[in-house]
Every structure is written in C-alpha cells, then in structure tokens.
Nanobody, 120 residues
C-alpha cells in the first residue's frame, strides 16, 4: 500500500505560481510512475502530468505544457508539481497518484487532494 498526502495548494492571483508537494509513505515510490490529476467543480477529473519511475521522462496535458513542471525525489519519497503562469481555469482540486511499474495503466493509489484557486 502507498499512502499519498498532497500539500501546497492555496489561493493565488492569475499569473502567480504555486508548488504542490506529494509525500508518499508505506512503500518507496522508486518503482512507481507518479502523476498529478485535477478536478474542477462540475467537471471530470483530468490528467495533468506524469513522471516515470526514474524521473527521466515526463508528460503533460496540453493545457499545462510549458507552465507546469513535475519532478520527483525518490530518496525523499516526494513528488512535486511546480505551477507557473497560473490561470483561473487552473482552479481545481489537485490529486497525486501512483501506479506500480508493470502493473497496468491504471493509477491505483490516490491522495485526498489539495485545493488550488486562481483568482482573476
């Protein structure tokens, strides 16, 4: 079992920045692909970014490409999402998720989420 706890959300003005953190416990995340997802009010949860187990490859939704950066520190069991040039449409609850390498494409472990609100 992997437990995930997100932090770093808050209220920020458009154009501002936030850094989300995801602390993992229970198991080392070095064997897990890690991702960030978000869910805005009244919308489906959507993919934001993903980073491979070694941190050598990352992928982003088109809507955040060039503005958000995902990173990880396996030694600290941490994953981060640096968010710059924030827009009101980035307002959502952001979730950290983990997927065991070689165990399929579904993210099995999820955190409780952290609220990000971007004011115009």
């Amino acid at each position: 079992q992997v437990q995930l706890v997100e932090s770093g959300g808050g209220l920020v003005q458009a154009g501002g920045s936030l850094r989300l953190s995801c602390a993992a416990s229970g198991r080392t995340i070095s064997s897990y692909t890690m991702g960030w997802f978000r869910q805005a009010p009244g919308k489906e949860r959507e993919f934001v970014a993903q980073i491979t187990w070694g941190g050598d490859n990352s992928y982003y939704a088109d809507s955040v490409k060039g503005r958000f950066t995902i990173s990880r520190d396996n030694a600290k069991n941490m994953v981060y999402l640096e968010m710059n040039s924030l827009k009101p449409e980035d307002t959502a609850v952001y979730y950290c998720a983990a997927r065991l390498v070689g165990a399929g494409s579904e993210y099995r472990y999820w955190g409780q989420g952290t609220q990000v609100t971007v004011s115009s």
